[in-house]
């Protein structure tokens, strides 16, 4: 019986997303994949679409009106993966900046070393990260740096969006009450993890930069995981059961 799934957000990855989900089902695990698609006009949806008939009961899609962020991308799968009866649920970008091959890794980190959350960590063992120019290279260390100062958390990626969690961690968590959309809701999940004194391990892993389509980043993220996180940590001191 396959009990992980691995959950992947789109937005026009039509260059990348029948790759990824080829080399996912070819691990040596068998994983299932949710695809959250936010009505990608490069018709990556009908991609999936087509896929499915090939892999039935395997592959699974979820189409949502406008592009309406990272996070509510991710809420929307956990929500629809907490339904069923998965017991490890995956974070994973479609441009193979995440290695499937470290899927098992991540997987074993929760399975056999007692991790509730295990994190594919770019920054446990120096700085692996491939295809970044140094300023961003310089920029995503220093954020996880500033994340760390501030919430305390023992987590050296902090930012890191390849991620497994055991099905128990997203059924404590109030994912209603989640309130970033960009990539620093990556960072709003380990901290609520951490609140609960759920076990977090990083595993090291190698991130290479997308070499196609199109990068998501922009000054609006930045700003909200920047200013974001002092009121986040702020919030939790005085409404901590809340979380």
Known sequence: MVNGIIIIPTFNEIENIERIIRNVFSQRRKFHILVVDDNSPDGTATRVRTLQAEFPERLFLEERVGKQGLGTAYI??????????????????????HNPNDLVRLYNAC?????D????????????????????????????????????????????????????????????????????????????????????????????????GTSKMSGSIISEAVFGVIKMKLKSLFNRKKV
């Open 76 to 97: 929307h799968g956990f929500k629809w993966t907490l339904q069923r009866d998965y017991e490890y649920i995956f974070e994973m970008d479609a441009d193979f900046s």
């Open 117 to 212: 959350v295990s994190i594919g960590s770019r920054y446990i063992t120096g700085v692996n990260v491939i295809n970044w120019p140094m300023n961003r290279v310089l920029m995503s260390w220093l954020a996880s740096r500033y994340v760390r100062f501030v919430t305390g958390m023992d987590v050296q990626d902090t930012t890191a969006g390849f991620v497994c969690y055991k099905r128990k961690v997203l059924e404590r968590i109030n994912l209603n009450k989640i309130q970033f959309v960009g990539y620093a809701f990556q960072i709003e999940m380990k901290f609520k993890a951490h609140l609960h004194n759920f076990k977090i391990l990083e595993v090291p892993v190698i991130f290479t930069d997308r070499t196609r």
């Open 111 to 115: 399975k056999r070393d007692g991790a």
